[in-house]
Each structure stands twice: as C-alpha cells, then as structure tokens.
C-alpha cells in the first residue's frame, strides 16, 4: 500500500509566522504535488516536482515556496502565514506510469489568526 | 483558461442508481479521473479514462466522450457509505508538467435512507 503522510493533521499559527508544511512517501514516487483545498473552489495546485531539488510553479504559487531535499521528502512553506492561507493543504505522489493516478496525504488544516 | 465543470451537489435514496456529469474544456487531454473524498479525508482513486467509452469497476462505472468534452460516473446499488464528494480531474499534457491534474469543484452526494 502507498503511504503519504503529513507532519500534521490540524495546525494554528499567528500571521507572520513562517510555517513548514511536511510531507514524506514511502513509494520512491518521483512526481510529488502540494495542493490546498477550499470550498467552492475545489483543489488548486500550489507547487510540484518531478525530481529531487527540481520544482515547478502550479496555478497558485504566490506566498508559498517548496523544498525537495530527497526523493521522498516535499515540504511546503509559508514564508510569511497570511489569514487568506488558512485552509486545507494536501500533498500527493504520483508514480511515473501508468494509469498516472495520485496517491493523497490526509491533509493539514491550517488556521491562520 | 482551464474549466470544468459538475453539478454541486445531488441526493440519491440508497439502493438507487445515481449518475455524477462533468464536462471540461481544456488546453490539452491526456485522460480523466475521479476521485471519491469523505468528509475530512484524503481523495480516493475511483477510475481513469483515457479512451472513449465505458470502463467498469464493481458498482462505479464510469464513461468518457472525448469529442463531447464530457464523463459520468455511475454508482450503482448505492449505500450509506457512499455519501462522499466525487471530484473530476483532467489529466493535462503540456510540458514539464505533464500528468498534472485540474480538478473540478467536486459533486457532494448524499444518500438518504
């Protein structure tokens, strides 16, 4: 079974703060993906990378910033934590064939006060 | 731009047939997910398409037209559990982010007794 876990399931941080959202696969993925997720407007992609120390921009990079140190390692951060950054941030993993599905982490709330 | 598109919500009767519409348009297409997601867990892959027709999978089947731009997901035999939101996602092709997924708002079904 594909595991993808998150450093935490809940989290509350003041803004301003600089926060480091965790995630680790234990399938030597190499594609790996954070999103977050709001209602009525669905996941978003944020950040992914292909390989270890490459990353690429999804459709909403601004405030965020991404780290891939090691294969099975993508962490996500919050430089300075803004109250429009509170909601529910998924990571997932994606082997590189076929059928090309993703593989998610159960997520972080994160609540920005 | 990238849309797509599916209803928000639906209510089904358990042991009812239920029928969850998407339709996109998008820049490129390189085949077509759903996911189940309960509430406050991580989504779940239900089924890819990326040739037209149907593919079929115990209760859920799910269709694609490419020329329509459309898909459904079919549940069948519907249970309590089955009350979940159905997220559709496009699998794009375009450069370096090949494989990425956009997603649609998500279909939330609820199955009443």
């Known amino acids: 079974d594909v595991k993808v876990t998150q450093s935490s399931r809940y989290l509350v941080k003041r803004t301003g703060e600089k926060v480091f959202l965790e995630c680790v696969q234990d399938m030597d993925h190499e594609n790996m993906f954070w999103y977050r997720q709001d209602p009525g407007l669905g996941l978003r992609l944020i950040y992914f990378s292909y390989d270890v120390k490459m990353k690429e921009k999804g459709d909403i990079p601004e405030g965020y910033s991404v780290s891939r140190e090691k294969k099975e390692r993508f962490s996500l951060i919050l430089e300075s934590a803004s109250t429009n950054q509170t909601s529910m941030y998924l990571c997932?993993?994606?082997?590189?064939?076929?059928?090309?599905?993703?593989?998610f982490g159960p997520g972080t709330r994160l609540t920005v006060t | 731009g990238q849309n797509i598109d599916q209803p928000t919500e639906m209510t089904a009767t358990e042991g009812a047939i239920v029928q969850i519409n998407c339709t996109y348009q998008?820049?490129?297409?390189?085949?077509l997910f759903w996911y189940q997601q309960h509430a406050g867990e991580a989504p779940t892959f239900l089924s890819y398409n990326v040739l037209d027709g149907l593919e079929e999978k115990g209760r859920f089947s799910s269709f694609l037209s490419r020329s329509k731009g459309y898909s459904y997901l079919l549940l069948k035999e519907l249970q309590m559990k089955d009350s979940a939101s159905y997220l559709c996602a496009v699998r794009m092709n375009y450069g370096g982010s090949q494989g990425n997924l956009i997603f649609g708002k998500g279909t939330k079904l609820s199955v009443k007794p």
């Open positions: 998008t820049s490129g297409f390189n085949g």
């Open positions: 997932a993993s994606r082997p590189p064939g076929a059928p090309y599905e993703q593989y």
